[in-house]
């Protein structure tokens, strides 16, 4: 007989919820909830997170009486997520090559619901867990930012959004966005290319100026899209390019964001006169969190690894998850491994044994943290 956590997994892999489109998997996830004997409810944040279904918000009741923990975990995927079709090779799974698989982040999702329902199957007693699925993670973390933190009755929470599920992930940047619009003038490229200045010309000087890459141990910046021109005989007036910046150090996320400003102003400074600018805006994506290791939950996540024998790893990551805007938002939580792999590409696969371990992982915790 096929594993409890395959089948559920490939189950919740197969129902398209590409970001904004999450309604299915909402109503699923609200279903087998109710099976488990709790109530999802599902938040008014549809406006804000542009998607078709709420943030689900569901109380699992303890006999322990303590406070609860929160476990949280995001029901959408990037794109192409339609029509997913897992398959079985070996001991992993993955897509057919066409898709993602959406193990980012529905192995997350599955491993909470299979190692809830074997709790109440066991009938051990523990402490009440709160659960958190949330909506358009992958377009800005907005199901997180919408979500009223203040209905929590958690001191701390997990999210299980991460590779490895040996890896407690204690730390991750901050994100600043970027858009440059780049703004030339426009003529007729054979017939007077005198008369106009090319943003083309401009953005590729700006950004063979700017500093890429890794800018040190802690801080990386990118740029990720340019868009721009129209045809071969026009001079382009206008291209615009996308970027981000990252760093664990806010003062240094700052400084780098100045500089990327100052170098692209200097790079098209020979061409003001003509008429060439740039508007630059910046957007705080999230902002950079550390929690020590000594705290209480991530010394609960080492007891529960070592446990089962394996070893932890505490880590510093470099993405952001939901875990930025709790812990921004003053609610401290860790980020933590699912087995997921080659995520956000058609390459996409999970290990068998991470996605048993993971949810093995999620029972454990509970129980660990009901009898502390
Ligand atoms: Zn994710």
Redesign the pocket.
Known sequence: MQDEIISYFLKLVKIDSESGDERQMIDTLKEDLLALGAVGVEDNTMAETKSNAGNLYAYIAGEIDKDPILLCA?VDTVVPGKGVKPRIVGDIIQSDGTTVLGG??KS?VAEIMIALKRIKEKGIPHAPVEVLFTVS??IGLLGAKHFDKSRLKSRFGFAF?SHRVEDIMVGAPSQNSFDVVFKGIEAHAGVEPEKGLSAIRLAAEAIAAMPLGRIDYETTCSVGIIKGGEATNIVPNKVIIRGEARSHNTEKLARICAEIESTIQQAIQPYAEKGGKAEITFVREYQAFRIPESSEMVQLAKTALQKLNVNPSVKIGGGG?DANIFNAAGFPMILIGTG?DK?HTVHESIEIAQLKLGTNFIEKLIMEYSEA
């Open positions: 995001h980012d982040d997350g993670e992958e959004d998850s997921m995520v």
